[in-house]
């Protein structure tokens, strides 16, 4: 069996080294699907009204919490170097040892209330949690199947029932991640370099058929309003086009919600999905949304305390938005249910940023300015062996109809010099000043000079709007 996508530490490994997801959509033309899907037929006004609130979203959280939060990163003593949640296949952990974890994990310290908070304080519009990952172990009641988190643990709560509620009451928007393919405890799921144990063999088919496809039918109808979004993950060739197929007409009958291109079997869902990377000039045209660890792991690993600075996550934010997609940006909740605070902390002060700077991120268009500022590296090489690509961290800008939005990084020495400004401006200001107090400015054809005040507004960014003459 292969998989059509590299490894969570292909991605960790080596600072922000890049992992493409490369998706089997690219494989198939859409003519040859089995069962179109609602994005085959769709016209473009209504993709466009479907995915509206996703496009003005620009910002939201993922989740990746499950029983791995038990061992968080350590087993038999031994802190492991992959990912926390991939500790069951590192570890070649047999079936059996697994499916004793539920036992232990009891998170009363578990507060819907407060993450969904914490999302809305980040400013983030929406959160995709994980329903099942990899390990087969679902995060929601389930009557298909038996190894879920009210039948099999102490705490016998469904989290995403709480937080299905606390998001309808704080609205927010909830998506639901779910692992259609790797399963590593039903027999019959795949496993990226084959089983360890025997308990894993048996038919993919079959476990579609008695596990993955029930379980989307339980999620996609037990908590109205929700999901908005179901977050496909790793692909691989088991997933046939037909068996994508099965699974294609289960979403269409939610033609609604939005899915990712990880299903596999040759659909190209609605979103493209790179992973802790940046696109250098993001997908022109596409709905794209990258998804990024704040540290080094997606589910909680005790021991991984490298994490990136709020300056870091707040840039990669704007970057992202001016070049048109979204940042699903991910948190960790350990075994007792609470996100650790070295992350509810930068995420708030990404969140007092946007209290003031918002107007700039939501809703907003990519940069007005062509290709992202940057030039390729003489010495360092890409992952394809190509020069590497060495962005400018001066500035980035976003759009709206009658205004540019420059967010500024690295303050510059006045004036303020900007080349290719299209449009007549008529007024300049600093978003975050409450008074929107014009400042000086001279424009000859599309050259701008702006007289700046000598600090800046907010170190980490300060916006510069630029106001078009209507
Ligand atoms: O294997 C998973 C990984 O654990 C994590 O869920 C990420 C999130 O995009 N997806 C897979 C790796 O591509």
């Not at 691989?236 to 007409?249: G, N, W």
């Not at 990136?308 to 350990?334: C, F, H, M």
């Amino acid at each position: 069996m292969k998989l059509f996508f590299l490894r969570p530490w292909h991605v960790l490994l080596g600072s922000l080294a890049c992992s493409i997801f490369i998706c089997s959509s690219c494989l198939l033309s859409q003519d040859k699907h089995p069962v179109p899907s609602v994005q085959d037929t769709e016209t473009q006004a209504q993709r466009d009204a479907r995915m509206g609130w996703w496009r003005d979203a620009r910002y939201g959280m993922f989740i990746h919490w499950g029983l791995y939060a038990v061992p968080a990163g350590t087993w038999n003593g031994k802190p492991t170097s992959g990912a926390g949640e991939w500790i069951m296949h590192d570890e070649k952990i047999p079936v059996a040892d697994y499916q004793q974890l539920p036992q232990q994990f009891n998170p009363t310290e578990f507060d819907a209330h407060a993450w969904v908070s914490l999302a809305k304080a980040a400013g983030m519009k929406y959160i995709v949690i994980t329903a099942k990952h990899h390990e087969g172990f679902a995060m929601f009641d389930s009557k298909a199947n038996a190894f879920n988190i009210v039948s099999s643990t102490p705490f016998k709560r469904d989290p995403l029932r709480e937080l299905a509620i606390e998001c309808q009451k704080q609205g927010i928007k909830l998506g639901f991640y779910y692992s259609q393919d790797q399963d590593w405890t039903a027999p019959g799921g795949a496993a990226f370099d084959g089983h360890w144990d025997k308990a894993q063999d048996g038919d993919f088919a079959a476990y579609l058929h008695t596990k993955a496809i029930p379980q989307l039918k339980e999620l996609l109808t037990n908590y109205e309003p929700y999901p908005a979004i179901i977050w496909f993950d790793t692909p691989t060739e088991d997933m046939t086009p037909q068996l994508a197929s099965e699974i294609v007409s289960v979403l269409n009958q939610h033609p609604n919600l939005i899915w990712n291109n990880r299903l596999g079997g040759g659909y190209q869902g609605d979103t493209e999905t790179p992973e802790q990377q940046i696109p250098p000039q993001g997908f022109p045209g596409k709905d794209w949304e990258t998804c990024m660890t704040i540290n080094d792991t997606w589910g909680f690993k005790a021991n991984d305390t490298s994490f990136k600075s709020t300056e870091t996550l707040l840039r990669n934010l704007i970057d992202i938005a001016s070049k048109g997609g979204n940042y699903l940006l991910n948190v960790g909740p350990d075994a007792h249910g609470v996100i650790p605070s070295a992350e509810a902390d930068r995420l708030r002060a990404i969140g007092k940023w946007l209290d003031t700077n918002g107007e700039a991120i939501y809703g907003s268009g990519p940069t007005a300015f062509g290709d992202e500022d940057g030039s390729y590296s003489q010495t360092e090489k890409d992952r394809d062996g190509k020069p590497l690509w060495v962005p400018r961290w001066d500035w980035r800008s976003t759009t709206k109809p009658g205004k540019i939005y420059i967010h500024i990084f690295k303050w510059p020495s006045e004036p303020f010099h900007l080349e290719k400004v299209p449009g007549q401006i008529s007024k300049v200001y600093l978003l975050a000043d409450p008074k929107h107090k014009p400042l000086k400015f001279t424009q000859n054809g599309s050259a701008l000079n702006v007289s700046l005040p000598k600090q800046p507004l907010d170190p980490l960014a300060t916006v510069l709007v630029l106001q078009k003459k209507h």
